[in-house]
């Protein structure tokens, strides 16, 4: 019923900058929290980046001051603004969005497909 389409990971470069989005679609009746994950081969998921419906953001230690978070709430959309990018940031990057389908629905959480980022020179 409701679906997260990712979208901007590459290849890039030390020190370079990727901004990736992840847009909700479907039947929503509303988001609350949306958030960034990664996962590096060999290692548990992470938990990047949080944003409420009202914008008060939360970061991971190893993000703060390189990353930005952000969301259009009129397009349903979470943007996840990556810069100053190291090896160690390499890993597939997921969107997770709390939501509602219908106002009877309890609240679930949905998963993006993911997208790779590779920081390598």
């Known amino acids: 019923q409701v679906q997260l389409v990712e979208s901007g990971g590459g290849l890039v470069q030390p020190g370079g900058s990727l901004r990736l989005s992840c847009a909700a679609s479907g039947s929503i009746f509303s988001i609350n929290v949306m958030g960034w994950y990664r996962q590096a081969p060999g290692k548990q998921r992470e938990l990047v980046a949080t944003i409420t419906r009202g914008g008060t953001t939360n970061y991971a230690d190893s993000v703060k001051g390189r990353f930005t978070i952000s969301r259009d709430n009129a397009k349903n959309t979470v943007y996840l603004q990556m810069n100053s990018l190291k090896p160690e940031d390499t890993a597939v990057y997921y969107c997770?969005?709390?939501?509602?389908?219908?106002?009877?629905?309890?609240?679930?959480?949905?998963w993006g497909q993911g997208t790779q980022v590779t920081v390598s020179s």
């Open positions: 997770k969005a709390g939501a509602r389908s219908s106002a009877w629905s309890r609240l679930d959480d949905y």
